[in-house]
């Protein structure tokens, strides 16, 4: 295959590539295994029992395929056999085939929740759940302080796209796929799904997306390169945003600010001094947007409020009168704009931290505040 084994592509932390095209890889893996294990028929079963990364090739659409048959098996009616000598590769082999030389369909299942793992977190990332899996104090929290880290991980990695837009389609797959791996690695047989389990999961999934994205399509970014993260063609709004000279780093988010790098308050002992930011929508949504400041030195207005789509406003933004200059005129004083998507007919009196907190995705622009002094 073109681009080789699934293994040149994972990091330490995860996937190389963007999270669309990581998810194509892990849809395709699952793919390709319930196909193996549909086999010839109902009564023929095969079995690769030594699924890895290593022997999952990558074509030059980054479609997957399961290579390296040499340890497989075709198997008749019974779907549990035992075998004289456990063959595999360590890690990647379930505890009932290295305890008791157990075969099933459940075999390769377990490699690939490992595989999902490795994708998703890398190796460190799997090695660290199985022991906490393994130790007595193993809880749900665990599992979804795993699920919670791994989306973390991959938000601050798509953010750092241009042109990318993270929002609840995004959450909705790593949530899915990592709740899928959780579940291949499962220490009882019988808990692991079958194949056709996970695959009927992912269409699922993948319908629910597409419905999503009919009434809110996302913007169109540059696809990845295959070797390294990188833009080959610009989005219209990635255009747009530096026609008008907007931060890079806002250009994937719904809400762009101006100015977009530091808001610059004119500086006068015990006068009060006041400065503008304009809020632009680009989304085709309304969005629900909440100004943080210092209400103690600060005042904005409106400090909250609902942007129709594709729609600007103007925030007035008052240093309070302030005694004396602080020294060197520093400031370390932040303002934080916070932005997300919401229903026609959504009040701005219900945009609180709470509701923001329970947000599903929500945009932040933090912007230093800089003072200058007046001549």
């Not at 959780?182 to 999961?201: F, K, N, Y």
């Not at 400041?293 to 925030?315: T, V, W």
Request: net charge neutral; with cysteine.
């Amino acid at each position: 295959m073109k681009l080789g084994s699934l293994s040149k592509h994972i990091s330490d932390e995860s996937c190389e590539y963007d999270w669309p095209t990581t998810y194509k890889i892990i849809k395709g893996t699952c793919e390709g295994l319930h196909h193996l294990h549909k086999g010839r028929g109902e009564k023929n079963y095969i079995y690769h029992l030594d699924l890895k990364p290593d022997n999952i090739l990558l074509d030059e659409n980054l479609v997957p395929k399961i290579g390296d048959f040499g340890l497989s098996r075709l198997f008749g009616d019974s779907k549990t056999h035992e075998t004289s000598k456990t063959k595999g590769t360590i890690g990647f082999m379930p505890p009932e085939y290295i305890n008791n030389a157990k075969v099933t369909p459940k075999n390769d299942v377990f490699s690939l929740g490992v595989i999902i793992f490795y994708i998703l977190a890398g190796k460190k990332g799997y090695d660290d759940y199985s022991d906490a899996l393994r130790s007595q104090n193993y809880s749900p929290n665990i599992r979804q302080g795993f699920i919670e880290s791994v989306k973390d991980y991959w938000k601050k990695k798509m953010e750092a796209i241009v042109g990318y837009r993270w929002d609840k389609t995004d959450i909705l797959g790593i949530t899915k796929c990592a709740e899928i791996a959780i579940s291949c690695v499962h220490a009882e047989r019988d808990s692991r799904p079958s194949t056709m389990a996970i695959v009927g999961d992912l269409n699922k999934l993948d319908a629910q997306i597409e419905e999503i994205l009919k009434n809110d399509p996302k913007p169109l970014i540059g696809v990845v390169q295959y070797e390294k993260l990188t833009l080959l063609e610009s989005s219209p709004i990635v255009v747009e945003a530096i026609k008008e000279k907007m931060s890079v780093a806002d250009s994937g988010k719904d809400i762009v600010v101006d100015p977009s790098l530091e808001l610059r308050f004119p500086f006068e002992p015990k006068r009060d001094m006041p400065c503008c930011l304009q809020l632009t929508n680009k989304a085709a949504s309304f969005i629900a947007f909440n100004i943080n400041l210092r209400q103690d030195k600060y005042l904005a207005q409106p400090n909250k409020g609902i942007l129709p789509p594709c729609s600007k406003c103007y925030i007035t933004l008052t240093l309070k009168a302030q005694e004396e200059a602080p020294p060197g005129m520093k400031c370390l004083d932040m303002a934080i704009v916070q932005a997300t998507r919401v229903a026609q007919g959504f009040m701005s009196d219900k945009i609180t931290e709470d509701f923001l907190k329970k947000a599903s995705a929500v945009d932040e622009v933090t912007l230093p505040i800089v003072y200058v002094p007046l001549q």
